[in-house]
């Protein structure tokens, strides 16, 4: 750093400017395959949608009228809703846990750690894992999607639990004390100050956590398998967009191919919804990271 | 928007999903919301309704012919087969774990196979259709069909034959201008009964094959690009210029692939239609449990990898895990395979089975048992 | 979940066990967690067992042969694809994220910055299915032209040559690279974002361009976290399944070339667990995999969370990695 004060070499002017051209180069290259994906979804899926394709369920017919995706978004929204039901209130227990009582002990820690751990779990392992446990062992029949909520959930479970006590974390502390001052008990300072002030953190966390779960195909494979028609029986076998879109890929049939593009732009649409949703809750937010 | 389910009862999505996520939050693992294919009690436009839900999984080879009879089992008694095509492999073993009400697979259990699921019961084969294993190829400047041997396929997929205009092709093609196009190999990489059926064919006019990958579900394929499922394999000669390809009628035709005329074992060179399909499920003599194969058999007119399937089930299906209602169900399932579905067959150029076996499939049919006792219906 | 509180508190009217029993309930679903966990592990450990016992724990790792008709299980082929593949794209990602995260962080034009980091992270929205169907039917065909003449015109490289198949380890390696974008970049933004201001301004102050002022302030500092970021893409892309299920031709062998089908340990199990269903050593044999697989992405989610919760401990923020996939 000997620089100082004389003018910039015109070298290192140009070192400059070609390291700014590189980092936008490869930044505008990152961005590439988003605009295909983008562009062939909105090219090909579009081509994909009717009235009757999202009113009809497939009819897994070798030829002819192949059908729609009705009951594979009904599927994804019922697995889903019931992973959901299961995981968030799971996840943000523990997270107020963590932060209301366990704090730095040693068993809290442990949590943590853990919940890490399980983060870091490639997906088809809970696929698997529920396979072995629930599938395989035969507990109340094979192929369930409650089965598939709970691989699910398993998946989401750290996500909730991780954001939340983010969320939590943020909470100054002397709203806490002021409500004990006042004279609360701690479970009503919990429920009177702590959720409701942390709500939108909370809620965009699950949201964030759902989203990620909507879209895994690994998880509901092993556990859910698949089926053509509708079925709101979260006990037997239920269709599911992912899936509905991974049986067609591997089918290569064009009429196939062309419904799976459908169903994954219906699919991310879907995901994105949910995104949007959380992003507004979190500006809407008084708490901000 | 209303949607139907499949009663035929109307519902409001809204409704319908709120009160899904409602029983669901109360129902983790009870079996106890909105039951919608399990209800035989609901009205129906049709008296002969059943309802209800088998569910299978097994071959992609009969795929096609069974999501057929599917839809129209369906139609004709309300009852809705889930059929998911695994390959062969995982058909017997969703089976012999009893995770699927009925198995289905292209070449029959071994014995060790057998073996293995005894502790749900004895499985009964019960052939349904047969189908030609075609060879199916796609490439630019061979439009008529070729004709070839079994030891020159077996070459081909050990890859000792390497380009189209290979002296082992053209001596079988004389007249046949062939391009020099390098052939690609596609092939199963999941467990296959087709694969079985292609490759006990290629064993039975090529040492080198038999000594090599043998015959099996699954091979240690010497060369090619591996595929799930025949309707992989179908995807791969189609996308690749000089891809050749084993898969099952049905799928050749319906990516309108050119099929090889290949010689049997009088030493005709055979096309794979219907009838040479046929010829060969005629010139068939099962034993008495119908493990049987149709591969490299006699008659002038055979094509010679014609592969029989079946379908799988436990001789008393209620010891083996299903209820009375889904054991009724599942023999309704099999008599329409051997009755009404035979018909509907050629619609997908399989061939109906022959009618000796088919009566030796029938009494199978009506032997099957509910805890000791033939099934009802 | 009641609205917020107005005003001044009620006197406590709730018995008095409610604490107690609200610590109860929430030490529970904590603990349950902790077991849930535990449980996960030793079940795998324990159904892997048999696998372990017909193949022996050297030669599932390290003999090349997966043939499940013959009762042969030896992993090497799919360790071999996931190590490949996963190296691959960070090759691949890495610098292509880092790059984004820098030029989002320090260079782009203030009002470009937000939604660069959404189109970013709209990456992340897509779902592995999806990469699977685009990777199958647009860019693996569209990529076989350029493979072909690379592996003619490049063929003394090693693992180079050949003719390429269309579905092979280096469309999977590329649509890994794509999903472990968004990851890494974020976590990279988040621990460029934790530099010290005096830092950089002094390295501007001294009359550094902006790129020396990268170098010698942004990147010194972040360089733990940033390897920690491109560690969690690493855990990301060993895990993977369905994407590289449908990309990379499943063909249980070592490839010759980069331009050859393979497997991996994730897709071995997708695509088997079904044949694998009543065969004991079969299924033992693919929880074997999903261990092994379990193993790699612990071991390196370890050392990438230590490197960023290090890196940003230096930080003045704290920021949870959980959120930023």
Same mark, same amino acid.
């Given at each position: 750093?000997?620089?100082?004060?004389?003018?910039?070499?015109?070298?290192?002017?140009?070192?400059?400017?070609?390291?700014?051209?590189?980092?936008?180069?490869?930044?505008?290259?990152?961005?590439?395959?988003?605009?295909?994906?983008?562009?062939?979804?909105?090219?090909?899926?579009?081509?994909?949608?009717?009235?009757?394709?999202?009113?009809?369920?497939?009819?897994?017919?070798?030829?002819?009228?192949?059908?729609?995706?009705?009951?594979?978004?009904?599927?994804?929204?019922?697995?889903?809703?019931?992973?959901?039901?299961?995981?968030?209130?799971?996840?943000?227990?523990?997270?107020?846990?963590?932060?209301?009582?366990?704090?730095?002990?040693?068993?809290?820690?442990?949590?943590?750690?853990?919940?890490?751990?399980?983060?870091?779990?490639?997906?088809?392992?809970?696929?698997?894992?529920?396979?072995?446990?629930?599938?395989?062992?035969?507990?109340?029949?094979?192929?369930?999607?409650?089965?598939?909520?709970?691989?699910?959930?398993?998946?989401?479970?750290?996500?909730?639990?991780?954001?939340?006590?983010?969320?939590?974390?943020?909470?100054?502390?002397?709203?806490?004390?002021?409500?004990?001052?006042?004279?609360?008990?701690?479970?009503?300072?919990?429920?009177?100050?702590?959720?409701?002030?942390?709500?939108?953190?909370?809620?965009?966390?699950?949201?964030?956590?759902?989203?990620?779960?909507?879209?895994?195909?690994?998880?509901?494979?092993?556990?859910?398998?698949?089926?053509?028609?509708?079925?709101?029986?979260?006990?037997?076998?239920?269709?599911?967009?992912?899936?509905?879109?991974?049986?067609?890929?591997?089918?290569?049939?064009?009429?196939?191919?062309?419904?799976?593009?459908?169903?994954?732009?219906?699919?991310?649409?879907?995901?994105?919804?949910?995104?949007?949703?959380?992003?507004?809750?979190?500006?809407?937010?008084?708490?901000?990271? | 928007?209303?949607?139907?389910?499949?009663?035929?009862?109307?519902?409001?999505?809204?409704?319908?999903?709120?009160?899904?996520?409602?029983?669901?939050?109360?129902?983790?693992?009870?079996?106890?919301?909105?039951?919608?294919?399990?209800?035989?009690?609901?009205?129906?436009?049709?008296?002969?309704?059943?309802?209800?839900?088998?569910?299978?999984?097994?071959?992609?080879?009969?795929?096609?012919?069974?999501?057929?009879?599917?839809?129209?089992?369906?139609?004709?008694?309300?009852?809705?087969?889930?059929?998911?095509?695994?390959?062969?492999?995982?058909?017997?073993?969703?089976?012999?774990?009893?995770?699927?009400?009925?198995?289905?697979?292209?070449?029959?259990?071994?014995?060790?196979?057998?073996?293995?699921?005894?502790?749900?019961?004895?499985?009964?084969?019960?052939?349904?259709?047969?189908?030609?294993?075609?060879?199916?190829?796609?490439?630019?400047?061979?439009?008529?069909?070729?004709?070839?041997?079994?030891?020159?396929?077996?070459?081909?997929?050990?890859?000792?034959?390497?380009?189209?205009?290979?002296?082992?092709?053209?001596?079988?093609?004389?007249?046949?201008?062939?391009?020099?196009?390098?052939?690609?190999?596609?092939?199963?990489?999941?467990?296959?009964?087709?694969?079985?059926?292609?490759?006990?064919?290629?064993?039975?006019?090529?040492?080198?094959?038999?000594?090599?990958?043998?015959?099996?579900?699954?091979?240690?394929?010497?060369?090619?690009?591996?595929?799930?499922?025949?309707?992989?394999?179908?995807?791969?000669?189609?996308?690749?210029?000089?891809?050749?390809?084993?898969?099952?009628?049905?799928?050749?035709?319906?990516?309108?692939?050119?099929?090889?005329?290949?010689?049997?074992?009088?030493?005709?060179?055979?096309?794979?239609?219907?009838?040479?399909?046929?010829?060969?499920?005629?010139?068939?003599?099962?034993?008495?449990?119908?493990?049987?194969?149709?591969?490299?058999?006699?008659?002038?007119?055979?094509?010679?990898?014609?592969?029989?399937?079946?379908?799988?089930?436990?001789?008393?299906?209620?010891?083996?895990?299903?209820?009375?209602?889904?054991?009724?169900?599942?023999?309704?399932?099999?008599?329409?395979?051997?009755?009404?579905?035979?018909?509907?067959?050629?619609?997908?150029?399989?061939?109906?089975?022959?009618?000796?076996?088919?009566?030796?499939?029938?009494?199978?049919?009506?032997?099957?048992?509910?805890?000791?006792?033939?099934?009802?219906? | 979940?009641?609205?917020?509180?107005?005003?001044?508190?009620?006197?406590?009217?709730?018995?008095?066990?409610?604490?107690?029993?609200?610590?109860?309930?929430?030490?529970?679903?904590?603990?349950?967690?902790?077991?849930?966990?535990?449980?996960?592990?030793?079940?795998?450990?324990?159904?892997?067992?048999?696998?372990?016992?017909?193949?022996?724990?050297?030669?599932?790792?390290?003999?090349?042969?997966?043939?499940?008709?013959?009762?042969?299980?030896?992993?090497?082929?799919?360790?071999?694809?996931?190590?490949?593949?996963?190296?691959?794209?960070?090759?691949?990602?890495?610098?292509?994220?880092?790059?984004?995260?820098?030029?989002?962080?320090?260079?782009?034009?203030?009002?470009?910055?937000?939604?660069?980091?959404?189109?970013?992270?709209?990456?992340?929205?897509?779902?592995?299915?999806?990469?699977?169907?685009?990777?199958?039917?647009?860019?693996?065909?569209?990529?076989?032209?350029?493979?072909?003449?690379?592996?003619?015109?490049?063929?003394?490289?090693?693992?180079?040559?050949?003719?390429?198949?269309?579905?092979?380890?280096?469309?999977?390696?590329?649509?890994?690279?794509?999903?472990?974008?968004?990851?890494?970049?974020? #976590?990279?933004?988040? *621990?460029?974002?934790? !530099?010290? =201001?005096?830092?950089?301004?002094? %390295?501007?102050?001294? +009359? @550094?361009?902006?790129?020396?002022?990268?170098?010698?302030?942004?990147?010194?500092?972040?360089?733990?976290?940033?390897?920690?970021?491109?560690?969690?893409?690493?855990?990301?892309?060993?895990?993977?399944?369905?994407?590289?299920?449908?990309?990379?031709?499943?063909?249980?062998?070592?490839?010759?070339?980069?331009?050859?089908?393979?497997?991996?340990?994730?897709?071995?199990?997708?695509?088997?667990?079904?044949?694998?269903?009543?065969?004991?050593?079969?299924?033992?044999?693919?929880?074997?995999?999903?261990?092994?697989?379990? #193993?790699?992405?612990? *071991?390196?989610?370890? !050392?990438? =969370?230590?490197?960023?919760?290090? %890196?940003?401990?230096? +930080? @003045?923020?704290?920021?949870?990695?959980?959120?930023?996939?």
């Amino acid at each position: 750093m000997t620089a100082v004060l004389t003018p910039i070499s015109s070298r290192r002017r140009a070192t400059d400017r070609a390291a700014r051209g590189v980092t936008l180069a490869l930044t505008l290259l990152a961005l590439v395959p988003l605009f295909l994906i983008l562009y062939f979804l909105l090219k090909e899926g579009l081509g994909a949608f009717s009235m009757s394709f999202f009113t009809t369920d497939p009819t897994g017919r070798f030829l002819g009228n192949a059908g729609g995706i009705r009951s594979a978004i009904v599927g994804t929204v019922i697995i889903v809703g019931l992973a959901t039901v299961i995981a968030v209130p799971l996840g943000i227990g523990v997270a107020l846990y963590l932060v209301e009582y366990g704090k730095q002990s040693r068993f809290a820690n442990a949590v943590r750690y853990f919940i890490d751990v399980m983060t870091g779990v490639p997906s088809v392992m809970f696929g698997l894992f529920i396979y072995i446990v629930l599938v395989v062992a035969q507990i109340d029949g094979t192929f369930a999607a409650w089965k598939g909520a709970i691989a699910l959930s398993l998946l989401m479970l750290p996500v909730v639990a991780r954001s939340s006590e983010v969320v939590l974390n943020l909470i100054p502390n002397a709203l806490r004390e002021s409500a004990l001052a006042l004279g609360a008990p701690r479970w009503r300072m919990i429920f009177r100050v702590v959720l409701p002030t942390a709500l939108p953190g909370l809620v965009t966390g699950s949201m964030l956590a759902i989203a990620r779960a909507a879209g895994e195909t690994a998880p509901l494979l092993f556990t859910v398998a698949f089926v053509n028609g509708l079925s709101a029986n979260v006990g037997q076998r239920m269709n599911s967009l992912p899936i509905q879109i991974f049986n067609d890929v591997s089918q290569a049939q064009d009429r196939l191919v062309q419904r799976a593009w459908g169903a994954a732009l219906t699919l991310v649409l879907m995901i994105l919804f949910v995104s949007l949703i959380a992003r507004l809750v979190q500006r809407r937010s008084r708490l901000q990271p | 928007m209303g949607i139907q389910n499949e009663e035929g009862r109307t519902l409001r999505l809204q409704r319908f999903s709120a009160a899904a996520v409602v029983c669901s939050s109360l129902a983790i693992g009870v079996a106890a919301c909105g039951s919608s294919n399990d209800s035989s009690s609901t009205t129906d436009s049709a008296s002969a309704q059943k309802g209800g839900t088998l569910n299978g999984a097994g071959a992609t080879f009969p795929a096609p012919i069974y999501s057929e009879w599917a839809a129209r089992f369906k139609d004709k008694q309300g009852t809705t087969i889930n059929y998911q095509a695994v390959g062969s492999g995982g058909g017997i073993a969703q089976f012999t774990a009893g995770t699927v009400d009925f198995g289905a697979t292209d070449s029959a259990m071994k014995d060790e196979e057998i073996a293995a699921a005894k502790s749900k019961g004895v499985p009964v084969h019960v052939p349904t259709v047969l189908g030609a294993v075609t060879v199916s190829y796609n490439v630019n400047g061979i439009e008529k069909g070729l004709k070839l041997d079994g030891a020159t396929v077996a070459d081909i997929f050990l890859g000792k034959v390497t380009s189209w205009n290979d002296k082992a092709i053209a001596a079988l093609n004389s007249g046949l201008t062939l391009p020099s196009t390098k052939i690609a190999v596609c092939h199963r990489s999941d467990e296959s009964g087709t694969t079985k059926n292609f490759t006990q064919f290629l064993a039975a006019y090529s040492k080198a094959w038999d000594k090599g990958p043998g015959v099996d579900k699954s091979v240690k394929w010497p060369t090619g690009t591996g595929a799930k499922g025949n309707d992989g394999v179908a995807a791969c000669v189609k996308q690749t210029d000089g891809a050749v390809g084993y898969v099952e009628q049905a799928y050749a035709l319906q990516n309108n692939f050119t099929t090889a005329s290949v010689k049997n074992k009088e030493g005709n060179f055979v096309a794979p239609t219907l009838p040479a399909t046929s010829a060969a499920g005629g010139a068939a003599t099962p034993p008495e449990d119908l493990r049987f194969s149709t591969i490299d058999g006699p008659g002038a007119d055979t094509y010679p990898i014609a592969a029989v399937t079946f379908l799988l089930v436990y001789q008393d299906v209620c010891k083996a895990g299903l209820d009375e209602k889904k054991a009724g169900l599942l023999k309704d399932w099999l008599n329409y395979a051997l009755g009404d579905g035979q018909a509907v067959a050629r619609e997908l150029q399989y061939a109906k089975l022959p009618d000796s076996i088919k009566t030796m499939a029938q009494a199978k049919v009506d032997g099957l048992q509910c805890n000791g006792t033939a099934i009802a219906g | 979940m009641s609205t917020p509180a107005r005003g001044t508190l009620p006197r406590a009217s709730g018995p008095r066990l409610a604490d107690p029993i609200l610590q109860g309930v929430l030490a529970a679903i904590a603990a349950s967690v902790l077991l849930l966990i535990g449980f996960f592990f030793v079940k795998l450990i324990l159904e892997s067992e048999p696998a372990f016992e017909h193949t022996g724990v050297v030669d599932f790792v390290f003999s090349n042969n997966w043939v499940p008709s013959r009762g042969q299980y030896g992993a090497l082929p799919l360790v071999f694809g996931t190590l490949l593949t996963s190296a691959l794209a960070l090759v691949i990602g890495v610098p292509v994220a880092v790059a984004s995260a820098l030029y989002i962080t320090e260079l782009a034009p203030r009002r470009v910055r937000g939604p660069l980091t959404l189109l970013v992270e709209l990456l992340a929205a897509v779902p592995s299915v999806v990469y699977g169907l685009w990777g199958i039917f647009f860019l693996a065909p569209k990529l076989l032209g350029a493979e072909k003449w690379f592996s003619s015109t490049f063929h003394f490289i090693p693992f180079v040559g050949g003719s390429p198949a269309i579905p092979n380890y280096f469309v999977a390696s590329l649509i890994l690279a794509i999903m472990i974008i968004p990851i890494v970049s974020a #976590i990279s933004r988040e *621990v460029m974002s934790t !530099v010290p =201001r005096d830092h950089k301004e002094a %390295a501007l102050a001294l +009359g @550094a361009t902006r790129w020396e002022m990268i170098r010698i302030a942004v990147l010194p500092y972040s360089r733990a976290g940033i390897s920690g970021a491109a560690m969690l893409g690493l855990g990301r892309a060993i895990g993977e399944t369905i994407a590289v299920t449908i990309v990379i031709g499943n063909a249980a062998v070592i490839g010759d070339t980069v331009f050859s089908q393979g497997y991996t340990l994730a897709a071995v199990i997708a695509n088997e667990f079904g044949e694998a269903a009543s065969d004991p050593v079969h299924r033992a044999s693919l929880i074997a995999a999903g261990l092994l697989l379990f #193993i790699l992405t612990l *071991v390196v989610n370890l !050392v990438a =969370r230590y490197s960023v919760t290090r %890196a940003e401990s230096a +930080g @003045a923020r704290k920021v949870p990695v959980g959120m930023a996939g």
